[in-house]
């Protein structure tokens, strides 16, 4: 089974700042005959179920605001919010979908400084 | 638009069973398989299963294995997940989420979520 491992588990940024998360599994979630990382990206809020912000590693979901970006390839993912803004105070998630079973990261809790 | 809907809160004994249900519109209900995933308070997402609305196929996670049964009618375009031998640790915000494309992909949309209490 793939574990997935987020850090940090909280951050606190000013507004305007740049938040970085990370995430990383246990195997690779590249599949090679297509070259797709197979992760995705969520965000949840208090009282909410998640939300999905970015899918294939880098591929933002429509209606997402351009602020938040996905990279990575492997085993490691980023999650970047270049610009924090008051309503991205959420915990987010990394999902990978390669196999059965699927799993998430513990979640980030993302926090205004 | 694509939606599922899902039953309201529940409480229920320990070794009790409950059955949780996921209405789906906007979209062709055996085409996509649904999954369920459960949220403790304050707690990460913990990923319970699929179910393959088409064939009734189903995978288990294998911590939730003899214990949980997801079923659907396809009729009313509705997924059910039942728990049965309840424990406290059962206590859980439960989500059904259906795989957002016709091959392995991530979920969207997810329903609402449904407020299972265990409590003696």
């Known amino acids: 089974d793939i574990v997935m491992t987020q850090s940090p588990d909280s951050l606190a940024v000013s507004l305007g700042e740049r938040a970085t998360i990370n995430c990383k599994s246990s195997?690779?979630?590249?599949?090679?005959?297509?070259?797709?990382?197979?992760l995705a990206w969520y965000q949840q809020k208090p009282g909410q179920p998640p939300k999905l912000l970015i899918y294939?590693?880098?591929t933002r979901e429509s209606g997402v605001p351009d602020r938040f970006s996905g990279s990575g390839s492997g085993t490691d993912f980023t999650l970047t919010i270049s610009s924090l803004q008051a309503e991205d105070v959420a915990v987010y998630f990394c999902?990978?979908?390669?196999?059965?079973?699927?799993?998430f990261g513990q979640g980030t809790k993302v926090e205004i400084k | 638009q694509v939606q599922l809907v899902q039953s309201g809160a529940e409480v229920k004994k320990p070794g009790a069973s409950v059955e949780v249900s996921c209405k789906a519109s906007?979209?062709?209900?055996?085409?996509?398989?649904m999954h369920w995933v459960r949220q403790a308070p304050g707690q990460g997402l913990e990923w319970m299963g699929w179910?393959?609305?088409?064939?009734?196929?189903?995978y288990y996670a294998q911590s939730f294995q003899g214990r949980v049964t997801m079923t659907r009618d396809t009729s009313i375009s509705t997924a059910y997940m039942e728990l049965s031998r309840l424990t406290s640790d059962d206590t859980a915000v439960y989500f059904c989420?259906?795989?957002?494309?016709?091959?392995?992909?991530?979920?969207?949309?997810w329903g609402q979520g449904t407020l299972v209490t265990v409590s003696s």
């Open positions: 989420a259906r795989e957002a494309t016709v091959t392995t992909s991530w979920f969207d949309p």
């Open positions: 906007g979209y062709t209900f055996t085409d996509y398989y």
């Open positions: 179910m393959n609305p088409s064939s009734g196929g189903t």
């Open positions: 195997q690779s979630v590249l599949y090679t005959s297509n070259m797709k990382n197979y």
């Open positions: 294939w590693a880098s």
């Open positions: 999902q990978h979908y390669y196999t059965t079973p699927r799993s």
